[in-house]
T-cell receptor
Framework: AQKITQTQPGMFVQEKEAVTLDCTYD???????LFWYKQPSSGEMIFLIY??????QNATEGRYSLNFQKARKSANLVISASQLGDSAMYFC???????????FGEGTQLTVNP | ETGVTQSPTHLIKTRGQQVTLRCSSQ?????VSWYQQALGQGPQFIFQ???????GRGNFPPRFSGLQFPNYSSELNVNALELDDSALYLC??????????????FGPGTRLTVL
């Protein structure tokens, strides 16, 4: 079984600054994938970035990067140069080798202030 | 490339009724997963369909059932609706089976309200 913990219910950041959203995970699988999704108030879950457990380098996608620390079982999302449109709920999720289901955390509500 | 679509967007039902939610997968995808997201929580996995067969189920009672069609679109059926079934129902499609790299792409969701 997998478990995702997001300890920050809400985060605030000034426009153009960087922000880190925390995610820790627990699994007994040797291979797993970690995902981050963005959910605006409209409800659609938007895929942002993926990190595989055996990837040696941290994943990056544009302004998004994933700070992966395997020994600490953490997969924090870093958003650089925050924009007003980044205000949304952010979910960390993982998938193990036992199946294809995604296990989600409870999410972090990010608010970007002008 | 067409993304994942869901219908209807909103639905209001009363306790005891039955509901059918629909999902069209993204072009080229053969796997569909359904999730229930209660207000203020993360999505919970209901089940997944791969090539018209159920491939994994979460902790949901049998009154939650599904289908996948030859064109890989899918339906989620919920019988004997309860108040706690009120939630956003998300459908996600992906291109492969049981791969940790297989990214799931979500539709806009159907918001179900049970009165």
């Amino acid at each position: 079984a997998q478990k995702i913990t997001q300890t920050q219910p809400g985060m605030f950041v000034q426009e153009k600054e960087a922000v880190t959203l925390d995610c820790t995970y627990d699994t007994s699988d040797q291979s797993y994938g970690l995902f981050w999704y963005k959910q605006p108030s409209s409800g659609e879950m938007i895929f942002l970035i993926y990190q595989g457990s055996y990837d040696e380098q941290n994943a990056t996608e544009g302004r998004y990067s994933l700070n992966f620390q395997k020994a600490r079982k953490s997969a924090n999302l870093v958003i650089s140069a925050s924009q007003l449109g980044d205000s949304a709920m952010y979910f960390c999720a993982m998938k193990g080798t036992s199946g294809s289901r995604l296990t989600f955390g409870e999410g972090t509500q990010l608010t970007v202030n002008p | 490339e067409t993304g994942v679509t869901q219908s209807p967007t909103h639905l209001i039902k009363t306790r005891g009724q039955q509901v059918t939610l629909r999902c069209s997968s993204q072009s080229g995808h053969n796997t569909v997963s359904w999730y229930q997201q209660a207000l203020g929580q993360g999505p919970q996995f209901i089940f997944q369909y791969y090539r018209e067969e159920e491939n994994g189920r979460g902790n949901f009672p049998p009154r939650f059932s599904g289908l996948q069609f030859p064109n890989y679109s899918s339906e989620l059926n919920v019988n004997a609706l309860e108040l706690d079934d009120s939630a956003l129902y998300l459908c996600a499609s992906s291109s492969g089976l049981a791969g940790i790299t297989d990214t799931q792409y979500f539709g806009p969701g159907t918001r179900l309200t049970v009165l």
